[in-house]
């Protein structure tokens, strides 16, 4: 799957980066299974939680962009991955 003619991630990266300060990094690629996506996010946002808040935060962020009509209920179907990464990880 070519990403470049794909419009999802930009969609995708669109959502995350309302909520996310400039130099937060977001990243989507394919996954290799069918047409699924893998989403990184790197952020200081991130520090100080847990990988439990971390993954309830950014999957919000998802489900509200559905019930605000940004996504749809088959474009989150098609995340396969989502890896939210707080900078205080990096530096470890």
Do not use: C
Request: proline share 3%; no cysteine.
């Amino acid at each position: 799957m070519a990403l470049t003619s794909d419009p999802l991630p930009e969609k995708i990266a669109a959502v995350l980066k309302e909520n996310f300060e400039a130099d937060t990094i977001i990243d989507l690629s394919a996954s290799g299974v069918r047409d699924n996506l893998h989403v990184l996010v790197v952020s200081r946002a991130l520090d100080q939680k847990t990988e439990k808040q971390k993954q309830e935060y950014l999957w919000s962020l998802l489900d509200d962009a559905v019930k605000k009509a940004e996504l749809s209920e088959d474009d989150l179907g098609r995340i396969s991955l989502v890896l939210p990464v707080s900078v205080e990880e990096l530096k470890r």
